[in-house]
């Protein structure tokens, strides 16, 4: 087997009221390993089953839509369950971060704002973004469809946001800007974004 689904690094029920338990098992134990399992069979046979998951998303971007599907979604929810934390969110950002953040893109106000219509602006499934231009630098904000990630655009993710309804619809069925909402203000792993961020533009290993 190339690739395996991780342990959420927190209890099933560590995020409630915010995302319940009955969220996360279905999430983790049935959506994303679906991505795993669907992955491994389709990656079989490309010549890509040695390489880094990584390097077989951005190959398959471009080669093989069908594999990329279950390649991308790998990637966003293996950062997705990190992206989020106990007691997390709000303006308790590590100091680089925040100040790029106020450089870039106006502060933790208007990141907020942006970031929280860019979900909402996501026709159907997607995420939204807060990215790492590799190129220029700067952070900014991106959303994208279904399994894309700022990764096989030239980007660093930063931090993700799933906009699919299988993230949300137990928890606050149709009321996807809530979500969106409780996610920043009281979900938010801002130490693992503030790593990510210190890591600098993402290298992708062979
Ligand atoms: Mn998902």
Redesign the pocket.
Known sequence: MTFTLPELPYAYDALAPFMSAETLEF?HDK??KAYVDKGNELIAGTGKEGASLEKAMVWAFKNNPGLFNQLG?HF??IH?WNWMTPSGGGTKLPGNLESAIKSDLGGYDEFRGKFVQAGMTQFGSGWCWLALDNATGKLEIVKTPNGENPVVHGKTALLGC?V?E??YYIDYRNARQKYLEAFVDSLVNWDYVGQLFEKGPLKIAA
Request: glycine content about 0%.
């Open positions: 999430h959506h994303h979604q966003n929810h997705f799933d699919w299988h993230s």
